[in-house]
């Protein structure tokens, strides 16, 4: 087994909350739940439907909380639908009109503030329909997609056995997502530098007879996005995950970590690989050349 990444900060990516039409969860409830799971940091993500550029929802949130657990950041970015699909903006401080636009334009947009454009859920939810569009990232995991390997005619059976033993249906549920990475492999073997993130896609707004599938503490303890060192501040934090430098941590395996195995792909990323390369511990981007990295 090779040695796992260290890390200094911790956080969830791609969070919603009240804001969005989707959720109606309260931010103390986002906050408390990355205080309970030890998360450093939380990137609000909400969804955004507006004819002119307006003020991000929840911008009042963002900056440093103090939590009985420690400090957590709070970055504000937001979620936005465009024809070609849904779209993450961060590093961005307004959002911008995205309904009926082109996926490029939006992204375009985003770029002139100084932010990055994050291409979420690219097979599930709408998907992602123009792979030649300049975006600086994928989500090559996704908690609601993942989530959907319970629908369909066995769905109260895989909700019988959610409720009985949550561990073990999340574990059936986080396996590893083989479309979305063949799809990022694809992009760097083109000379893309795309790096990949996870999506916690976290509502808190699953709910089957009083059975909570979503809850925000679940969601943070099952995957995280691991950073180098950096100051617990919005820019800094950000830089990280625009350079490719953070990784993707299945922490809902931790306790099998002696058992992960490394593989490195041609393009240079690296999987920590369980059960055969059937689950996964780590992903971690490749190594972008410095040439490749974009202006913090």
């Known amino acids: 087994m ?9 956080g969830v990516i791609h969070i919603h909350h009240a804001p969005s039409f989707d959720s109606d969860a309260p931010f103390q409830e986002v906050l408390s739940a990355a205080s309970e799971a030890g998360l450093d940091f939380v990137v609000l993500t909400d969804h955004v439907d507006v004819a002119e550029p307006s003020v ?3 911008a009042e949130h963002a900056g440093v909380h103090v939590t009985p657990d420690g400090p957590v950041l709070v970055i504000v970015g937001a979620e936005f639908g ?10 961005i401080d307004r959002s911008v009109p995205a309904q009926d636009r082109a996926g490029r334009d939006v992204i375009a947009d985003i770029h002139a503030q100084g932010g ?3 291409v979420p859920h690219p097979f599930s939810h709408g998907g992602w329909h123009d792979w030649s569009a300049d975006f600086d990232g994928i989500e ?10 319970l629908y369909g005619p066995l769905l109260p059976l895989h909700l019988a056995r959610f409720a009985f033993d949550r561990e073990a249906g999340l574990s059936r549920l986080w396996v590893r997502p083989t479309l979305e990475l063949a ?14 993130f996870a999506g916690a896609d976290a509502h808190q707004n699953v709910s089957v007879l009083g059975l909570q599938l979503d809850g925000y503490a679940q969601m943070f303890r099952g995957v995280r996005t691991l950073c180098p060192d950096a100051p617990l501040e919005a820019d800094a934090v950000l830089a990280e995950l625009r350079r490719g430098t953070c990784s993707i941590r299945y922490a809902i395996y931790d306790a ?41």
Do not use: M
Request: hydrophobic share 40%; net charge positive; proline share 10%.
């Open 2 to 10: 090779k040695a796992l990444a260290l890390a200094a900060l911790v």
């Open 56 to 58: 991000l929802p929840a």
């Open 82 to 91: 465009s024809r070609d699909g849904h779209v993450l903006g961060l590093g």
């Open 116 to 118: 990055f454009a994050i």
């Open 140 to 149: 090559v995991q996704n908690n609601a997609s993942d989530f959907t390997r």
């Open 183 to 196: 799809k990022w492999d694809e992009l760097l073997a083109a000379g893309r530098r795309v790096p990949g």
């Open 256 to 296: 099998r970590a002696a058992e992960a195995r490394e593989r490195r792909f041609p393009s240079g990323r690296v999987e920590l690989q369980l059960d055969g390369g059937a689950r996964l511990l780590e992903l971690r981007n490749p190594p972008f050349a410095p040439s490749q990295s974009p202006p913090p």
